[in-house]
């Protein structure tokens, strides 16, 4: 096959002229991690709140919370970064509007992008949340309300603290799945990892070299995140429950 | 807010749902088909007691999982040129269509996808099933092909419309190929007209619509079946 293999490209001088190629890649791991922080903060409150309400005996919060659930995830990723990029400062005053459109080059695509997968990631992860709390035995709540706590004070106290332990396998895949979403906001200009390999192939042709470093990183992310989810796992473990200190060995 | 301009969609409904949504449903069903069966085989091979089998399909499936369906996009339309071209021995990478790269793409990305939930309903048939099936005298194929698969295929079928669901709204991403399927037939009128705010609701309204009613279909099947059972 004739094509030129250059594995030295990472050294050469981007095409922006601020750095080398791995430079780029390097500021596009950071991006994406950044707004794969950011949006899973939003996601985590938001969806732990959302999570909760659906897992309430309030037919309203129930309500609120499915029809939430359903409207973030029937809509396809792409499409909701578009409405937050494209048309909500359209629909706002005018000023605001203007005021989003002129904020400064990252950030006026990194907002919409972390506004976007927090609120989409928030669905995901409410149905976790909820799926943890109802693993719980009933018993569970009604020894916390019969012990005097209040609901609220049940779920800080009692139902959470064993509901997130719970949850935590689910919570990895999903924080891998946020970090690979966090590539969809290259559509609305956010110069991520995979946007830097894409500037890479399409500045220097070197279209295996780009997109091989970028598989490598993510893979890389990824076992990172793995190895930090286990480690967290272990950490919080409550002795006695089964978990993943009590599964041992078994891998 | 009020110059909302219906009009923009009722002049280019007929654009967008012949061209736009035709390309995302064709794609949606080779790709599934497509994926369902290669994910099957996939899931036979890890589950396979041969090394030289069950290690590639797992590395395979592993790799696909871990890395973003765009740069998996973006991998397979440079890669697949070159894979033809040698495949068929030509010296320079072939030509291949951005629908035909699209379905190449969404077929192999699905596979790992399903084979992982193929895996599971394969892995939720008991043992004594498969021991019978060798014990009247059926060999490997046929005890998958009439005893294992049509049971686990059975109780995987709403997790299996689940991920189908997930690949339609996955589809819309051959946006950044430049393809017209239903959300860049959108982006294309949006762009045309100036009126970004009417189409791409409309075409979240769309995705909404066609994702939620077939969500509530398979949500009666998943019953259905449970009853059944």
Same mark, same amino acid.
């Given at each position: 096959?004739?094509?030129?293999?250059?594995?030295?490209? $990472?050294?050469?001088?981007?095409?922006?002229?601020?750095?080398?190629?791995?430079?780029?890649?390097?500021?596009?791991?950071?991006?994406?991690?950044?707004?794969?922080?950011?949006?899973?903060?939003?996601?985590?409150?938001?969806?732990?709140?959302?999570? #909760?309400?659906?897992?309430?005996?309030?037919?309203?919060?129930?309500?609120?919370?499915?029809?939430?659930?359903?409207?973030?995830?029937?809509?396809?990723?792409?499409?909701?970064?578009?409405?937050?990029?494209?048309?909500?400062?359209?629909?706002?005053?005018?000023?605001?509007?203007?005021?989003?459109?002129?904020?400064?080059?990252?950030?006026?695509? $990194?907002?919409?992008?972390?506004?976007?997968?927090?609120?989409?990631?928030?669905?995901?992860?409410?149905?976790?949340?909820?799926?943890?709390?109802? %693993?719980?035995?009933?018993?569970?709540?009604?020894?916390?309300?019969?012990?005097?706590?209040?609901?609220?004070?049940?779920?800080?106290? #009692?139902?959470?603290?064993?509901?997130?332990?719970?949850?935590?396998?689910?919570?990895? %895949?999903?924080?891998?799945?946020?970090?690979?979403?966090?590539?969809?906001?290259?559509?609305?200009?956010?110069?991520?990892?995979?946007?830097?390999?894409? %500037?890479?192939?399409?500045?220097?042709?070197?279209?295996?070299?780009?997109?091989?470093?970028?598989?490598?990183?993510?893979?890389?992310?990824?076992?990172?995140? #793995?190895?930090?989810?286990?480690?967290?796992?272990?950490?919080?473990?409550?002795?006695?429950?089964?978990?993943?200190?009590?599964?041992?060995?078994?891998? | 807010?009020?110059?909302?301009?219906?009009?923009?969609?009722?002049?280019?409904? =007929?654009?967008?749902?012949?061209? =736009?949504?035709?390309?995302?449903? &064709?794609?949606?069903?080779?790709?599934?088909?497509?994926?369902?069966?290669?994910?099957?085989?996939?899931?036979?091979?890890?589950?396979?007691?041969?090394?030289?089998?069950?290690?590639?399909?797992?590395?395979? +499936?592993?790799?696909?999982?871990?890395?973003?369906?765009?740069? +998996?996009?973006?991998?397979?339309?440079?890669?697949?040129?070159?894979? =033809?071209?040698?495949?068929?021995?030509?010296?320079?990478?072939?030509?291949?269509?951005?629908?035909?790269?699209?379905?190449? &793409?969404?077929?192999?990305?699905?596979?790992?996808?399903?084979?992982?939930?193929?895996?599971?309903?394969?892995?939720?048939?008991?043992?004594?099933?498969?021991?019978?099936?060798?014990?009247?005298?059926?060999?490997?194929?046929?005890?998958?092909?009439?005893?294992?698969?049509?049971?686990?295929?059975?109780?995987?079928?709403?997790?299996?419309?689940?991920?189908?669901?997930?690949?339609?709204?996955?589809?819309?991403?051959?946006?950044?190929?430049?393809?017209?399927?239903?959300?860049?037939?959108?982006?294309?009128?949006?762009?045309?007209?100036?009126?970004?705010?009417?189409?791409?609701?409309?075409?979240?309204? +769309?995705?909404?619509?066609?994702?939620?009613?077939?969500?509530?279909?398979?949500?009666?099947?998943?019953?259905?079946?449970?009853?059944?059972?």
């Amino acid at each position: 096959m004739n094509y030129n293999w250059n594995w030295n490209v $990472f050294w050469d001088m981007a095409a922006d002229g601020t750095g080398t190629w791995g430079m780029t890649l390097f500021y596009g791991v950071l991006w994406s991690l950044a707004a794969a922080l950011c949006a899973g903060i939003i996601a985590f409150v938001l969806g732990s709140v959302l999570g #909760v309400m659906r897992t309430t005996p309030n037919k309203w919060a129930v309500r609120i919370g499915n029809a939430y659930v359903e409207l973030f995830r029937n809509i396809p990723l792409l499409v909701q970064l578009f409405l937050w990029f494209f048309v909500l400062p359209e629909l706002l005053p005018k000023g605001m509007g203007d005021a989003i459109k002129q904020m400064a080059p990252p950030w006026a695509s $990194f907002v919409p992008a972390v506004i976007g997968l927090g609120l989409f990631t928030a669905a995901r992860i409410s149905e976790q949340v909820k799926a943890g709390i109802q %693993s719980l035995p009933r018993g569970q709540l009604f020894a916390g309300t019969a012990l005097g706590l209040t609901l609220p004070q049940t779920y800080r106290f #009692v139902l959470l603290p064993m509901a997130y332990r719970i949850i935590l396998p689910p919570l990895t %895949s999903e924080t891998m799945n946020l970090i690979k979403n966090t590539s969809v906001a290259l559509t609305i200009g956010l110069l991520e990892l995979t946007a830097a390999a894409r %500037s890479l192939q399409e500045f220097t042709f070197q279209v295996f070299e780009a997109f091989t470093a970028a598989t490598l990183i993510y893979i890389l992310v990824n076992l990172c995140v #793995v190895m930090f989810m286990r480690w967290l796992e272990k950490s919080v473990a409550v002795p006695g429950f089964i978990g993943p200190a009590a599964v041992g060995g078994a891998h | 807010m009020g110059d909302f301009d219906f009009d923009v969609i009722q002049r280019s409904i =007929g654009y967008l749902f012949r061209e =736009g949504m035709t390309f995302t449903l &064709t794609l949606t069903a080779l790709a599934a088909g497509g994926g369902i069966i290669l994910g099957t085989l996939l899931a036979m091979m890890r589950l396979s007691s041969y090394k030289w089998l069950s290690v590639p399909a797992t590395a395979y +499936v592993n790799l696909i999982r871990s890395i973003p369906l765009l740069l +998996v996009i973006f991998w397979f339309y440079f890669l697949v040129p070159y894979i =033809g071209a040698w495949i068929i021995g030509s010296p320079t990478p072939i030509k291949v269509g951005a629908f035909a790269s699209s379905v190449i &793409t969404f077929t192999l990305f699905e596979a790992a996808y399903y084979s992982e939930i193929m895996r599971a309903g394969i892995q939720s048939i008991s043992r004594g099933q498969i021991s019978a099936g060798y014990a009247i005298g059926l060999n490997y194929w046929q005890t998958m092909a009439n005893v294992v698969l049509p049971q686990a295929f059975r109780n995987m079928v709403p997790i299996l419309l689940t991920q189908t669901i997930i690949l339609f709204q996955d589809t819309s991403l051959v946006y950044v190929l430049s393809i017209t399927d239903f959300l860049g037939a959108a982006s294309k009128v949006a762009q045309r007209d100036g009126r970004l705010v009417e189409m791409y609701i409309f075409a979240a309204l +769309v995705y909404f619509l066609i994702s939620f009613g077939l969500s509530q279909v398979v949500k009666r099947l998943q019953q259905k079946i449970a009853i059944v059972r």
